[in-house]
């Protein structure tokens, strides 16, 4: 009996950690492809990226536990438009090498929304 309840425990923990990981490859995908297409954003080289990937995942986490709002441009309306603009302009600050003027996110939350939405996969932690 205690042997299912360690591997049922191990593999929610294995679950969880490529929940996190793929949430991260995903984030780094969208940003790529969002920064490509909007004025105004640039990244610098694929450390900046990466580093941005982990720190809008780890804002969006820590505003989705605080508040229950996901910074998403679709499906919450126009809170999760701002905040995702917001998100996306605040992170300048964290990375080095990640620069957006406030017209670049908005137009980028635009952008990264609809990415988001047509790329697969489950994107709730």
């Known amino acids: 009996m205690s ?3 360690v591997n049922s425990q191990s593999q929610n923990t ?10 991260l490859v995903t984030a780094a995908i969208v ?20 580093a ?6 780890i804002i969006d986490y ?3 536990k605080f508040t229950g709002l996901h910074a998403s ?3 919450k309306g126009f809170v999760g438009f701002v905040l995702s603009a917001v998100v996306l302009y605040v992170t300048q ?5 990640y620069t957006i003027s406030w017209i670049a996110a908005i137009i980028g939350a635009i952008v990264y929304g609809v990415v ?3 790329l697969p996969g489950e994107q709730a932690m």
């Open 93 to 97: 600050y964290f990375v080095a090498g």
């Open 62 to 64: 820590l505003i989705v």
């Open 116 to 118: 988001d939405y047509f």
């Open 14 to 23: 294995t679950s969880t950690v490529w929940q996190i990981v793929g949430r």
């Open 52 to 57: 941005a990937a982990i720190v809008l995942t």
């Open 31 to 50: 940003l790529a492809i969002t920064a490509f297409f909007t004025p105004g954003f640039s990244i610098s080289n694929f450390w900046a990226l990466a």
């Open 3 to 5: 042997d299912n309840g």
């Open 73 to 75: 441009a679709f499906g």
